[in-house]
Each structure stands twice: as structure tokens, then as C-alpha cells.
């Protein structure tokens, strides 16, 4: 079955540097793979769609990259800021008919001032 | 302006109680989720729609059930409360396009004493 895997240990960092997240998938090969932030309590946003066919997608401080050679994805917030401080999920869609969202476990991410 | 609700956003309530979640969005969706999530876990599928009088259980056993009678609301009711079901609730939509991606709805955090 389709698996994603994230960095299980906390993401520590000083504002103005440079976070890079990993997700990394196996037993499948996704059309499509989507990061979401979460903050405590509250449900996931979306925040960046990539496809097989784009090796990077950008907005604002955020790029995502989509190596479907390595099955991975690294997520980056340049300039990040205290504001930036959440967890981090990505998710890939399913194969087969019944298709739906699988989820990474995220990965927190505090920046410090 | 489109979004997704839920109600209650807290709710506590005694075991053997009958507790009904609500879940509205706005935003025209067929495709509708509900997951559970402890905090610091991940993300677990209980229920899922893909239209009106369609519902289907998640990958996650769960003792509630849903209905989706109108487009718009997909709400989860247990029957009879138990501690075993002290989490977060959240509540997500879906357009029928390829992608899936997801909007949640603010969550609801129910404890059962």
C-alpha cells in the first residue's frame, strides 16, 4: 500500500534561515503530491499542489521541489519567521477507483527568534 | 464568502450520551471527509461522501456513522458517548476535480468523562 514518510523529529531553526522539509513516498507514483501547514487545534490548509511533471512549483517564501526518481518532495520557507512556526504535512492522492488523500504524520517546525 | 463550518467547536459530554457533530461548507463540494486526530498524531480517515446518499467508512474503525443528505452538510453522530472517543474531529471538502485537494473546517474537540 501507498506510505508516506516525514521527518518525525522536530524542525528547529533561527528566523531568517532557510527550513527544508522532507516527504518522502513509496509503492506508488503520484500524479499529484500537496503540502499542507497545521496549526495546533485547527484543521490543515493547503498550501502548495506540485505535479509528476514539475520539478519545482514556487510561491511567495515557499518552494516545493518533486523528485519522482527518489519519490520525495522537499518543501523549503526561505526568510522564515517565528509566524512560520506549525506542522507540516504532505499528502498524496491514492490509486485505484476509491481514490482518497494519504497522509504524512508532518513534521513540527519552530523557528525561533 | 465560501467556507466550511463546524459545530460545536468544544464539546464536553458524559458517557452513554448521544452527541451529533455538525459539518456545513458552502462551497458547493460533492466530495466530503471526516477524520479523527489526536494531537501530535496523524490524520485518520473515519467517513467519507462523494455526493448526496453516498457515504462510505474510512480506513480508521469508527463507532459513529454519517449521513449526506443535502450537498452541503455531512453530519456524524454517535450514538452512545464513550471516553474512547475523547479527540478532534475534523471535517473537510472536496471539489470532483483530479486533485482532491482538501479545506478543512476549524475542528471540533470533544471530551467524553
Known amino acids: 500500500s501507498q506510505k508516506i514518510e516525514q521527518n518525525s523529529e522536530a524542525l528547529n531553526i533561527q528566523e531568517g534561515k532557510t527550513a527544508t522539509l522532507t516527504c518522502n513516498y513509496t509503492n506508488y507514483s503520484p500524479a499529484y503530491l500537496q503540502w499542507y501547514r497545521q496549526d495546533p487545534g485547527r484543521g490543515p490548509v493547503f498550501l502548495l499542489l506540485i505535479r509528476e511533471n514539475e520539478k519545482e512549483k514556487r510561491k511567495e517564501r515557499l518552494k516545493v521541489t518533486f523528485d519522482t526518481t527518489l519519490k520525495q518532495s522537499l518543501f523549503h520557507i526561505t526568510a522564515s519567521q517565528p509566524a512560520d512556526s506549525a506542522t507540516y504535512l504532505c499528502?498524496?492522492?491514492?490509486?485505484?477507483?476509491?481514490?482518497?488523500?494519504?497522509w504524512g504524520l508532518g513534521t513540527s517546525l519552530a523557528v525561533n527568534p | 464568502e465560501a467556507d466550511i463550518y463546524q459545530t460545536p467547536r468544544y464539546l464536553v459530554i458524559g458517557t452513554g450520551k448521544k452527541i451529533t457533530l455538525e459539518c456545513s461548507q458552502t462551497m458547493g463540494h460533492d466530495k466530503m471527509y471526516w477524520y479523527q486526530q489526536d494531537p501530535g498524531m496523524e490524520l485518520h480517515l473515519i467517513h467519507y461522501s462523494y455526493g448526496v446518499n453516498s457515504t462510505e467508512k474510512g480506513d480508521l474503525s469508527s463507532e459513529s456513522t454519517v449521513s449526506r443528505i443535502r450537498t452541503e452538510h455531512f453530519p456524524l453522530t454517535l450514538e452512545s458517548a464513550r471516553p474512547s472517543h475523547t479527540s478532534q474531529y475534523l471535517c473537510?471538502?472536496?471539489?470532483?476535480?483530479?486533485?482532491?485537494?482538501?479545506?478543512f473546517g476549524p475542528g471540533t474537540r470533544l471530551l467524553v468523562l
Open positions: 473537510a471538502s472536496s471539489d470532483r476535480g483530479p486533485v482532491e485537494t482538501q479545506y
Open positions: 499528502a498524496i492522492l491514492s490509486a485505484g477507483n476509491n481514490r482518497k488523500l494519504i
